[in-house]
């Protein structure tokens, strides 16, 4: 059983528009939460996260929405540039060590 | 780069064979962790080790063996794979934050089992 849910396999932007990845879990125990970035041939890089007490973060272009009633995250790229176009993972953490991620999407911006 | 190296980036190995993968962190952190990545399925978590410590077995087969010497090193020993085990393995670390950990990720090993 999936906890955490990226239903959108892939999504398509154009430059210079805004980029939504969507993000949902069903552990109500969660209280952070992360989004890597993943390049082919490279590891996962940390990009933003969010603490459950808040509802939003941003880092410069990168911005993470919570809505813990509904249990669904959200990151914001704005505006999209074509180094962004990297598979997106939405992760959680409950509090020890065992972060769970979701399957990714993969972002794809045209010049 | 991010800190933490892996060895080696590709394996193609038989089911009969035993290999090992290496991962070293340069990042001064305290805990490891080994991560099993299948096409199309999220990044499952394998091992923790927090100060050489093994914390968390996430109901992984035997064939799979885990050795932490040090805070610095991590290793997988493969034994007796199946095809299904083919996959990209990635070693993470990171620091004791209580549970904000971020991870470093190395860039993985891509594991071929014949």
């Known amino acids: 059983d999936q906890q955490v849910k990226q239903n959108s396999p892939s999504l398509s932007v154009q430059e210079g528009r805004i980029s939504i990845l969507n993000c949902d879990y069903t552990?109500?125990?969660?209280?952070?939460f992360l989004w890597y970035k993943k390049y082919p041939a490279e590891g996962p890089t940390f990009l933003i996260s969010?603490?459950?007490?808040?509802d939003k973060n941003e880092d410069g272009r990168f911005t993470v929405f919570l809505n813990k009633s509904a249990k669904h995250l959200s990151l914001h790229i704005v505006p999209s540039q074509p180094g962004d176009s990297a598979v997106y993972f939405c992760a959680a953490n409950t509090g020890g060590f065992k972060t769970i991620f979701g399957a990714g999407t993969r972002l794809f911006v045209k010049a | 780069e991010t800190g933490v190296t892996q060895t080696p980036r590709h394996l193609v190995m038989g089911m009969t064979n035993k290999k090992s993968l290496k991962c070293e962190q340069h990042?001064?952190?305290?805990?490891m962790y080994w991560y099993k990545q299948s096409a199309k399925k999220p990044l499952e978590l394998m091992f923790v080790y927090n100060f050489k410590e093994q914390t968390e077995n996430n109901s992984v087969p035997s064939r799979f063996s885990p050795e932490c010497p040090n805070s610095s090193h991590l290793f997988l020993h493969l034994h007796t794979l199946q095809p299904e085990d083919s996959a990209l393995y990635l070693c993470?670390?990171?620091?004791?934050?209580?549970?904000?950990?971020?991870?470093?990720f190395g860039s993985g090993t891509q594991l071929s089992v014949l």
């Open positions: 993470a670390s990171s620091q004791d934050e209580r549970g904000h950990e971020k991870l470093f």
């Open positions: 552990n109500s125990m969660f209280d952070y």
């Open positions: 969010i603490s459950s007490i808040k």
């Open positions: 990042l001064g952190h305290n805990a």
